[in-house]
């Protein structure tokens, strides 16, 4: 979103600004008296704030104006989204947005920039968000230990994962003698997965007969984050598909991107498709299987406040927690009892934090397939049929991004072009130039 060009510092063109997230404010623009005396050409932007932070933390720095200095250009980027890494590509963290302005300013007024950290990655433990003027969407503890229907899954032998979608940006921002003239928000975090399933162990069971099927989902492009800026913010949604029965599979949304300073909606329920017409695969409760199959809402964004004095809101929402579980009733074979457990997509902080993504989780059995197994000692048939648990996220929305159009002029908000980058941060960034007069 760009603002109509007027002649720099000039006292005979009215201020014009723009804000993604409220409306123009126009009627109260004044500008300096000596502003028809000072002709600015800026070049490139002089002084970068960088922010080199590994673990999603921000960087805020500080400029006293001197009596020389009567302008001031800037350029920031909220942090970007964290990104998926594992057996599947896209699940992407969307870039933070880009906001850049210009503002006049006199002796001894202090420019603070807050540069934002991005999002932290998919992995097997939770990542901190990145944090700014508005942090992206955090992760609750683990399920390990302490749900209570995981607890009684672990009570007898079988596969346990529980892993941990990516984490959305921070918001970057400037502020003047205290008061935020501009924020970028940043991006929402990309989508994540985690399945077990029922292999054939030739190890233990010999080859692997012709039409042995399991519940095994061909690797796609999972969902990514949302960009922040203009454009759309909302985190991205997607489907995953079972290998061996083609058109079955479940559905996840994406969270909404954040504007006008309220939080962004989580990401719709999800849920199963094409279902009909696949009859071999079940997901109920019979007296052979157990399971667990949810369909979850995302978590919505914080709305924010501008004089929030250290607690703005504009937080991202919260990952929301799916478990995927099937219990084989009367056994102890781990590849017939497994359960997945995944922290979904958060978003992005800003004015207005971005919707984490929804999460769908299956819990499921083949009912057309039933193969034995014999052990030793003492000599024992079993008969078992496979099984499988997966969990699945959306992607987070994007933080919602501000300018204030009553001291801000020539501003404009655009989409991020610098997306998460997968297994590392991207932090957000600032740039300023000053006019000085000679």
């Known amino acids: 979103m760009k603002a109509k060009s007027s002649p720099f510092l000039s006292r005979r063109t009215l201020v014009q600004g723009s804000a993604w997230a409220v409306p123009l404010v126009t009627a109260s623009a004044t500008i300096p008296a000596y ?76 420019i603070t ?32 230990g302490t749900n ?17 979608a990516p984490t959305g940006g921070g918001a970057s921002a400037v502020l003047l003698n205290g008061t935020v003239i501009a924020i970028a928000g940043g991006g929402g975090a990309g989508g994540g997965r985690q399945t077990l399933y029922t292999d054939w162990r030739e190890d233990s069971l010999g080859p692997r007969p012709a039409d042995f099927k399991s519940l095994y989902f061909t690797p796609g492009t999972v969902a990514n984050g949302g960009t922040g800026g203009s454009g759309d913010t909302n985190g991205g949604s997607y489907e995953e598909i079972y290998h061996y029965f083609p058109g079955l599979g479940l559905k996840m949304n994406g969270g909404l991107g954040g504007r006008d300073g309220r939080g962004g909606a989580g990401g719709a329920v999800g849920g199963t498709v094409n279902t ?14 157990s399971t667990i199959n949810q369909y979850l809402a995302g978590s919505m964004g914080d709305d924010a406040r501008l004089t929030g004095n250290g607690s703005n809101g504009g937080t991202g929402g919260s990952g929301v927690v799916g478990i995927g579980m099937v219990n084989t009733t009367n056994s102890s074979d781990e590849e017939v009892n497994q359960c997945s457990i995944l922290h979904g997509a958060t978003g992005g902080g800003g004015y207005g934090g971005g919707g984490s993504g929804s999460v769908t989780t299956s819990g499921g059995y083949i009912t057309d397939q039933s193969w034995t197994r014999e052990t030793y000692g003492p000599w024992t048939t079993r008969t078992w049929s496979p099984v499988g648990a997966s969990a699945f996220s959306g992607g987070g929305g994007a933080g919602g991004s501000y300018v204030d159009s009553s001291q801000v002029y020539n501003s404009n908000i655009s989409s991020g072009t610098t997306p998460g980058s997968p297994g590392r941060r991207v932090n957000g960034t600032a740039e300023s130039s000053l006019c000085k007069l000679s």
């Open 113 to 144: 920039f807050i540069v934002a950290g991005g999002g932290g990655p998919y992995g097997s433990t939770a990542s901190t968000p990145g944090r700014g003027w508005a942090d992206g969407g955090s992760h609750v503890g683990a399920y390990i």
């Open 148 to 164: 209570s229907q995981v607890q009684r899954f672990q009570e007898h032998p079988g596969g346990l994962m529980e892993f941990y």
């Open 276 to 289: 009909r017409n696949i009859t071999s695969v079940s997901y109920e409760n019979n007296a052979e299987h």
């Open 35 to 110: 502003a028809s005396s000072v002709e600015c050409e800026y070049g490139g932007y002089e002084q970068a704030f960088a922010n080199t932070s590994a673990d999603g933390t921000s960087r805020t720095y500080t400029v006293t104006v001197d009596k020389k200095t009567k302008a001031f250009k800037f350029s920031i980027t909220g942090g970007s989204g964290g990104s998926y890494q594992g057996s599947a590509q896209g699940g992407i963290g969307g870039a933070g947005a880009t906001v850049s302005g210009a503002v006049n300013v006199n002796e001894g007024d202090v």
